[in-house]
T-cell receptor, first 114, second 113 residues
Framework: AQSVTQLGSHVSVSEGALVLLRCNYS??????LFWYVQYPNQGLQLLLK??????LVKGINGFEAEFKKSETSFHLTKPSAHMSDAAEYFC????????????FGTGTLLAVQP | NAGVTQTPKFQVLKTGQSMTLQCAQD?????MYWYRQDPGMGLRLIYY???????DKGEVPNGYNVSRLNKREFSLRLESAAPSQTSVYFC????????????FGQGTRLTVV
């Protein structure tokens, strides 16, 4: 069965510092992986996705993620944090078979300190 | 383009009351989902509908029922609300291709007292 694990439920960085949010996946089929962001009191918005092809994926707001099959990881990074990046971030993997579900991790709450 | 629309945005229920959460999408997506979000637990799938006319249980279906009324609409019903169902509920829809993402509504914040 497919699953994702997000290490660190809370991450705090200083404005201008590197953001690194970790996601490891488990999948018995070639994975389709997604990162979503949720701002307070809002729905989830897609940041980026990996399907096939290039392993370094660029998303919105300066975020990117690298698919590493050998490490079963899909970590999210941003070189320089901005105050507006404070939000909750979710990693997700598509389930296999015909069900077409997305399985979500437990989320990482990012705080950005001035 | 409205995307995924959920109603209501907020609701307070007394224990034992019933209610239906409505969801509609205008993207001609086949698949629709209901998730609940609780602190520290991420999004958990309640029910989903892979296509019009089909529904299936997700991780946490107990206490809920769903109806896929047509391709656009997917409702979630709480027959007898319990305090454990206090949560934020999200509806989502997704296209048929394997690499497509899900699109989410703005959520319904439900409190059961």
């Amino acid at each position: 069965a497919q699953s994702v694990t997000q290490l660190g439920s809370h991450v705090s960085v200083s404005e201008g510092a590197l953001v690194l949010l970790r996601c490891n996946y488990s999948s018995s089929v070639p994975p389709y992986l997604f990162w979503y962001v949720q701002y307070p009191n809002q729905g989830l918005q897609l940041l980026l996705k990996y399907t096939t092809g290039a392993t370094l994926v660029k998303g919105i707001n300066g975020f990117e993620a690298e698919f590493k099959k050998s490490e079963t990881s899909f970590h999210l990074t941003k070189p320089s944090a901005h105050m507006s990046d404070a939000a909750e971030y979710f990693c997700a993997v598509r389930s296999g078979g015909a069900t077409n579900k997305l399985i979500f991790g437990t989320g990482t709450l990012l705080a950005v300190q001035p | 383009n409205a995307g995924v629309t959920q109603t209501p945005k907020f609701q307070v229920l007394k224990t034992g009351q019933s209610m239906t959460l409505q969801c509609a999408q205008d993207m001609n997506h086949n698949s629709m989902y209901w998730y609940r979000q609780d602190p520290g637990m991420g999004l958990r799938l309640i029910y989903y509908s892979a296509s019009e006319g089909t529904t299936d249980k997700g991780e946490v279906p107990n206490g809920y029922n769903v109806s896929r009324l047509n391709k656009r609409e997917f409702s979630l019903r709480l027959e007898s609300a319990a305090p454990s169902q206090t949560s934020v509920y999200f509806c989502a829809s997704r296209g048929q291709l394997l690499n497509t993402e899900a699109f989410f509504g703005q959520g319904t914040r439900l409190t059961v007292v």
